[in-house]
């Protein structure tokens, strides 16, 4: 590895992943001046909560301010542009494109001559189950890339809560090898477990679909999308029994209070003293799945009810 150019940026390895990740470093720290974000996913995994087992390169935001929908969608508004402004100052040599839906930017896209990052807000799921903390990221992240930052980032459950429905509906390779590292040493613990439940109850896809998933193939992403991101050995087969023994796991955690409290926001009609953590009622994106299951018509609310509770129950 080369140390720096003849500007002062350090050249990292000539791969991609490499570039992309040390911009995303230089990134962290602009975002960390606005506390309503904190950062969750594999950059929290991997920069923060471990010692880089493989690299991230994309920056995934929480806001965690609980508002009404158009407060929350106008403020984010807001930050990001802020963000591009602070992004411009600091890196001048980038270039900065944004996205929209609905009329409010919902994910900025950086790009430099060797690296182009990703830096997306979830516009539905805000808030989060467990309060944020503020971490440096990890001595190896640190001394690999000759540089340091500080987040704000969701807590350890919330982080693997949201990581492990990604799995279950992407079923990436990227988010199969962080469910691995869980799986290998805290297990789904009782916070994890806990912070999955209202992430299941707050994905957009039927809740169904995530417990019992329709596996698909992984091999193309495998090889265009991870190989050569991770500082450890990992092959496709493992991450397919990783995939495997993650659906197993997780419905092997749901005790009855769990399974009934799922179905019950199922039926449109939550029984919130069966949460596992308080306030649920409040997330956004709860009071968003509750809205959409009462729009279903009778017939389909029926079959989709009779699915999860037979997967569930039986």
Request: hydrophobic share 40%; glycine share 4%; aromatic share 8%.
């Amino acid at each position: 590895m080369s140390n720096y150019s003849s500007k002062g940026i350090r050249v990292v390895q000539d791969r991609l992943y490499d570039h992309q990740a040390y911009l995303l470093l230089r990134i962290l720290p602009l975002i960390h001046r606005y506390k309503e974000f904190a950062i969750k996913g594999g950059t929290a995994i991997n920069f923060f909560y471990r010692k880089m087992p493989r690299l991230s390169v994309d920056i995934d935001l929480s806001y965690l301010p609980i508002q009404n929908r158009q407060v929350s969608l106008d403020k984010i508004d807001y930050l990001l542009n802020e963000i591009t402004r602070d992004i411009k100052r600091s890196i001048p040599e980038a270039s900065i494109e944004s996205s929209q839906s609905e009329g409010s930017i919902n994910r900025l896209t950086v790009s430099t001559k060797n690296a182009t990052i990703k830096i997306e807000p979830n516009l539905v799921i805000r808030g989060s189950v467990y309060p944020a903390i503020e971490k440096t990221i990890a001595p190896s992240v640190s001394e690999y890339f000759e540089l340091s930052a500080r987040s704000q980032v969701l807590s350890l459950a919330d982080v693997y809560g949201g990581k492990i429905c990604a799995a279950l509906d992407r079923q990436h390779p990227r988010d199969l090898f962080d469910i691995k590292l869980l799986l290998e040493n805290e297990g789904i613990t009782q916070n994890i477990k806990n912070a999955f439940i209202i992430y299941l109850i707050s994905h957009p896809r039927p809740m169904v679909e995530l417990l019992d998933p329709n596996f698909i193939p992984i091999e193309s992403l495998f090889y265009q999308e991870f190989e050569g991101m991770t500082f450890v050995s990992i092959t496709i087969n493992e991450l397919l029994r990783v995939r495997e023994a993650l659906v197993k796991e997780i419905n092997s955690q749901l005790s009855e209070k769990d399974k009934q409290f799922i179905l019950s926001i199922k039926s449109g009609n939550p029984d919130w003293h069966l949460s596992p953590v308080a306030k649920v009622a409040e997330l956004p994106a709860v009071k968003w799945k509750l809205v959409n299951i009462r729009k279903m018509s009778k017939a389909r609310h029926h079959s989709a009810y009779s699915k999860l509770e037979t997967l569930l129950i039986t």
